[in-house]
T-cell receptor
Framework: DTGVSQDPRHKITKRGQNVTFRCDPI?????LYWYRQTLGQGPEFLTY????????KSRLLSDRFSAERPKGSFSTLEIQRTEQGDSAMYLC??????????????FGPGTRLTVL | AQKITQTQPGMFVQEKEAVTLDCTYD???????LFWYKQPSSGEMIFLIY????DEQNATEGRYSLNFQKARKSANLVISASQLGDSAMYFC????????????WGLGTSLAVNP
C-alpha cells in the first residue's frame, strides 16, 4: 500500500466549468476527510465520511460543492460552476477507525486547483 | 469552538541551531490532541509530532520536541539542530474529542534555514 492518492495533482480550469477530484484512501481506513487550503492559510475542514456515510459538512461547502464516497472506498469532490475564489489546494486524508494518538490522519499529495 | 493561533508568520534560523515555533490553542474540551505538521513547497502534509491532553510528558520525535504547557494552552514545537531541509511551512492543529475527529488548523509559520 502506497498511502493516500489524489488525482489530478493539478487542475487549471476556466470560471464556470465543473471539476471533479478523486481521493483513494488507504484501503483499511474507514474515515475520510476533505480539507481546502487557500494561499497563505491553514487547511480548513470541508467534509467527513465514515465508510460511505457523509457525517459532517462545513458551511464552507456551498451548494456548488458535492462529495461522495460510494461503497466506502474512494471519494470524489465535485465543484460546479467554478469561481476564482475556489482556487486552492484540496487535501484528502484518511484515518483508521478507532485509532487515536499520533499520526492519525494520513494525507494525500493534494490537488491544486487554479480557476482562471 | 476550538482555535489555533500561530503568531509567527515567518522565522529564520541558522543551520545547526535550534528554533521554537509558537502555538497557542483554545478549547473547552478536556480531551483533545495537538499536532504539528510540515508542509514543503510541494504541498504534502507531513506529520511531525503529537501531544495528547492527558500526556504528562512532552512528546519527542527525533529532532522534534513539543513544549506542552497545558495551563497556558501552548504547544510550541522545538526543532533542534536545524537542517536546510527543514525549510517549509509548519502548521499546528488541534483535534477535538467529538466523533468526527476533524483537525482545526492555525495559519502556519514559514521557516527558513540559512546555511
Amino acid at each position: 500500500d502506497t498511502g493516500v492518492s489524489q488525482d489530478p495533482r493539478h487542475k487549471i480550469t476556466k470560471r464556470g466549468q465543473n471539476v471533479t477530484f478523486r481521493c483513494d484512501p488507504i484501503s483499511e481506513h474507514n474515515r475520510l476527510y476533505w480539507y481546502r487550503q487557500t494561499l497563505g492559510q491553514g487547511p480548513e475542514f470541508l467534509t467527513y465520511f465514515q465508510n460511505e456515510a457523509q457525517l459532517e459538512k462545513s458551511r464552507l461547502l456551498s451548494d456548488r460543492f458535492s462529495a461522495e464516497r460510494p461503497k466506502g472506498s474512494f471519494s470524489t469532490l465535485e465543484i460546479q460552476r467554478t469561481e476564482q475564489g475556489d482556487s486552492a489546494m484540496y487535501l484528502c486524508a484518511s484515518t483508521p477507525l478507532g485509532f487515536y494518538g499520533g499520526n492519525e490522519q494520513f494525507f494525500g499529495p493534494g490537488t491544486r486547483l487554479t480557476v482562471l | 469552538a476550538q482555535k489555533i493561533t500561530q503568531t509567527q508568520p515567518g522565522m529564520f534560523v541558522q543551520e545547526k541551531e535550534a528554533v521554537t515555533l509558537d502555538c497557542t490553542y483554545d478549547t473547552s474540551d478536556q480531551s483533545y490532541g495537538l499536532f504539528w505538521y510540515k508542509q514543503p513547497s510541494s504541498g504534502e502534509m507531513i506529520f511531525l509530532i503529537y501531544q495528547g491532553s492527558y500526556d504528562e510528558q512532552n512528546a519527542t520525535e527525533g529532532r522534534y520536541s513539543l513544549n506542552f504547557q497545558k495551563a497556558r494552552k501552548s504547544a510550541n514545537l522545538v526543532i533542534s539542530a536545524s537542517q536546510l531541509g527543514d525549510s517549509a511551512m509548519y502548521f499546528c492543529a488541534i483535534r477535538n474529542a467529538g466523533n468526527n475527529r476533524k483537525l482545526i488548523w492555525g495559519l502556519g509559520t514559514s521557516l527558513a534555514v540559512n546555511p
